[in-house]
């Protein structure tokens, strides 16, 4: 049993999304000092992102024998206890955020990402942030590379995953780009729109009803989502 029980398992993995309030934070943070089954979980779920991140940004993995991704995994699971030691809150704040990027810079960089692939049957585009450079950048990724995969006749299939922030890009009273996301979905029926349930429920907790462009789905977290479909062949490309 977990020292506080009032910290779920869902406020931890929020905690690890850095989607958690200041008060909630530091009441995770805490927690996670005096209980080292918090600490072990929060590791356990860190772990994992950074696996994901790391091991699966640019690439699908090769196949391994069954026994090397639990050494991996084991492995991570240590770095991670040891960052949390050092520099828990730091160190979470810092896993899914990149900051400071140009539109220039991000465009490159998602063209490089997607090189890297030679154009894989499936991306999972991930966006959490409103910035007006980053939605203008995942959008025309995701028209580039459909438009693409057309013109190749090549199977192909995109999901656009927003969570934090990113959530906006999908939100009818927040987005200014819903024409353009109704307009790709008109014309690519491989093109999926994925909505974080769990960034939602955060916006209602607030007060805010949440109302997503039509055809957008929920799943339960980010990190749920990529933790399924990267093993399952889905090239991640984070904007």
């Known amino acids: 049993m977990m020292h ?5 398992d869902a406020t931890l993995n929020a905690f690890v999304d850095d989607e958690l309030d200041e008060a909630e934070r530091e009441r995770v943070l805490a927690a996670s000092v005096v209980d080292p ?3 072990q979980h929060i590791c356990e779920i860190g772990a994992l992102k950074n696996m994901v991140r790391h091991a699966y940004a640019n690439a699908t993995p090769p196949q391994e024998t069954a026994a090397q991704p639990r050494a991996r995994v084991r492995h991570g699971v240590a770095a991670c206890c040891l960052l949390v030691v050092g520099a828990l809150a730091g160190w979470y704040a810092h896993l ?3 900051t400071g990027t140009n539109t220039a810079m991000l465009d490159q960089k ?5 090189a890297v692939a030679a154009m894989p049957e499936r991306v999972l585009l991930h966006i959490d942030s409103d910035q007006p450079e980053k939605m203008r950048a995942g959008l025309l990724e995701a028209e580039n590379l459909l438009k693409q995969a057309e013109q190749n006749h090549t199977p192909f299939k995109l ?3 927003a969570n934090k922030n990113g959530l906006n890009l999908l ?3 927040k987005s200014p780009y819903v024409a353009q996301i109704e307009s790709l979905q008109k014309n690519y029926s491989n093109f999926e729109l994925l909505a974080c349930k769990q960034s939602i429920e955060r916006l209602h907790d607030q007060g805010i009803d949440v109302h997503l462009v039509p055809g957008a789905q929920t799943t339960d977290t980010a990190i749920d989502t990529l933790a399924t479909r990267l093993p399952a ?3 991640y490309i984070k904007v």
């Open 159 to 161: 999901a656009l995953l």
């Open 233 to 235: 062949g889905w090239h």
């Open 37 to 39: 089954e918090i600490k």
């Open 110 to 114: 998602i063209s490089s990402q997607l």
């Open 171 to 173: 939100r009818t009273d």
């Open 4 to 8: 506080d029980p009032h910290i779920s």
């Open 96 to 98: 899914f955020n990149q």
